[in-house]
């Protein structure tokens, strides 16, 4: 069986599950704390970033966006209609920039700040020390979500799916992503009925089931969090 | 013909400029300066980002990733051996793992810092104001680029070019970034040996010569900067 690194409260993690998932890919899961820094993780991945899914022959393959190429080349490919990146080259950029978009512009905006203050602080606290959430960043983090949910919103609203005709990498990275703030409480899904109905569409896949049992100790979710008619 | 908004002293541009060369892909190049937050600029790509390559039917592909991803489908499948991407999916996220490593890791603890605080803010001051250079941020990133040559001389002692047997995108990448720094003089090549050799085959295929010729106006390139031999 292969194994994932990863956090419940990363993005790239959870949009690694999702695709598993959706790949019907059998995977052994590890929970790592990056900042513990472990020799053996940093053997595995230099870097010291999540997730690591440890593929076929133990081969380390590092990185959300990589590993879902990965997966891509090696099971997608076969997939016909349930492929998750589209045939033409021009779709398959179109997909790929709102992964980027999700996993790189609006984690650096929004969601590693909230995770950060809210949870990796909370666990060190527990664990090693840590220090107390910094609300400067957490009310910044929080101002640059209704940019967000109001791209989402648009592209929900004009297309079936977010990248096309048909679920693909980029729900799968946008739903990794709001999926993380859902938890923690802070999308107001009354502003987004278009990205509402797309969020529940998502919530609803198999693939996404395991991401709704999970928990972080010391903070429950939101009580709409698990539901898939809220 | 293909169009691409790039800055001389953005990694990412670099790197799809390399690619462009290495697959005889002719391109019009334009300059963007990202501060301007030029509105027909932010039509093509709302994340306000470079690169962007104006592809065919004016098919605007965004991020130097997944440019590169493209030009893969479109120009390097048909290339056999100078292809830049090698065919086994595991040697294929090896090599996407170290592109991701020079255009994220080692951009956002080097390249960028020393880019803004050097290049850009001299443009800008020119142009709309800007600030004097952060002496805190300089020595910051300054300290990280020994971690990072070590790497790469790592790489380079004991592999034939950076990700395998093969010039591939891990070269472009790498030499992309390490040629911003090296025009800034960041770089102390008596360091590093077989770092000194691989950039020095690298810097004289032809795909790299327009870098060669690439000029800041206020801020000429150290001496050997254009030196094939150096």
Request: aromatic share 10%.
């Amino acid at each position: 069986m292969l194994t994932l690194f990863h956090h419940p409260m990363s993005s790239g993690s959870r949009y690694t599950r999702l695709i598993l998932g959706e790949y019907d890919v059998e995977v052994e899961l590890i929970e790592e704390r990056l900042w513990h820094r472990r020799p053996e993780f940093i053997a595995l991945n230099p870097a010291c970033t999540l997730p690591v899914l440890l593929a076929e022959n133990d081969l380390p393959v590092i990185g959300a966006t990589i590993i879902a190429e990965y997966l891509d080349e090696t099971r997608g490919a076969l997939k016909r209609s349930r492929r998750l990146l589209p045939e033409s080259p021009a779709e398959r950029a179109e997909v790929r920039r709102l992964v980027e978009w999700f996993l790189v512009k609006f984690e650096n905006e929004v969601t590693r700040h909230l995770a950060r203050e809210r949870v990796f602080k909370l666990q060190m606290a527990a664990d090693m020390g840590g220090s107390s959430p910094d609300s400067t960043a957490i009310r910044a983090a929080r101002n640059n979500i209704r940019q967000h949910m109001k791209y989402v919103e648009w592209l929900a609203a004009t297309r079936d799916w977010l990248g096309g005709y048909h679920p693909s990498y980029a729900d799968m990275a946008a739903a990794a992503s709001i999926s993380i703030l859902d938890y923690l409480g802070e999308i107001d899904w009354n502003e987004w009925r278009a990205g509402r109905d797309w969020y529940s569409r998502i919530k609803s896949r198999p693939s996404f089931r395991p991401l709704l049992t999970d928990r972080i100790r010391g903070l429950a979710p939101v009580a709409h969090y698990g539901d898939l008619d809220f």
